[in-house]
């Protein structure tokens, strides 16, 4: 079955970028989407598409694919970032999500 | 505003079915820009798909919970529902229904969820 990685934590400083991979075989053949996810709260799409954002959805998010890894970027990291985030691809009609990744803002 | 709201019991005995419905307000379940998903998170660890339902009824499963799910959908009453058999303590997670645009019919790699509901514990238990 189809697998996608995701770095367990990642540490960032406010206003410092942050940036969360995902990886998986030829991920990049692939559209990657992204969802954030606080405590006790329903994930929330981020991207869609590698890199399309929805509406509501600040600028500092942003979203890349090539390869084997797909990659979200929050520039300016505010404390409201702070929150669990996962990528997911679709695998031959099945929906993969990443293992997810902790984003803590120092 | 489309509100999508889980509602079953929450807790269920090992062995037996997990029934849950998903009703969709604010938007018809019958639009043929949409899926319908299920997803679950146990609790503390990560999400996995279920399976979606397309309103002419097409159904797409996880290949690891296929041969014990069902998912199904009434489009008079705006609801799908999501049946998991033969339950154990492994099935016990905060179950969320969710809405995808596809660029189907049915499902499609570009497809994203877009509105997901509150989700409901299930918790299996004897």
């Known amino acids: 079955s189809y697998e996608l990685t995701q770095p367990p934590s990642v540490s960032v400083s406010p206003g410092q970028t942050a940036s969360i991979t995902c990886s998986g075989d030829?991920?990049?053949?692939?559209?990657a989407c992204w969802y954030k996810q606080k405590p006790g709260q329903s994930p929330e799409v981020l991207i869609y598409?590698?890199?399309k954002r929805p509406s509501g959805i600040p600028g500092r998010f942003s979203g890349s694919n090539s390869g084997n890894t797909a990659t979200l970027t929050i520039s300016g990291t505010q404390a409201m970032d702070e929150a669990d985030y996962y990528c997911?691809?679709?695998?031959?009609?099945?929906?993969?999500f990443g293992t997810g990744t902790k984003v803590t803002v120092l | 505003q489309l509100q999508l709201q889980e509602s079953g019991p929450g807790l269920v005995k090992p062995s037996e079915t997990l029934s849950l419905t998903c009703t969709v307000s604010?938007?018809?379940?019958?639009?043929?820009?949409?899926?319908w998903g299920w997803i679950r998170q146990p609790p503390g660890k990560g999400l996995e798909w279920i399976g979606t339902?397309?309103?002419?009824?097409?159904?797409y499963y996880n290949p690891s919970l296929k041969s014990r799910v069902t998912i199904s959908v009434d489009t008079s009453k705006n609801q799908f529902s999501l049946k998991l058999y033969s339950v154990t303590a492994a099935d016990t997670a905060v179950y969320y229904c969710?809405?995808?645009?596809?660029?189907?019919?049915?499902?499609?790699?570009?497809?994203?969820?877009?509105?997901w509901g509150q989700g409901t514990l299930v918790t299996v238990s004897s």
């Open positions: 969710a809405r995808h645009e596809t660029s189907g019919p049915g499902v499609d790699n570009r497809d994203y969820f877009d509105y």
């Open positions: 604010g938007g018809s379940i019958s639009s043929s820009d949409y899926s």
């Open positions: 339902i397309y309103y002419s009824g097409s159904t």
């Open positions: 030829n991920l990049g053949n692939k559209y």
């Open positions: 598409q590698d890199n």
């Open positions: 997911q691809a679709w695998d031959f009609n099945t929906a993969v």
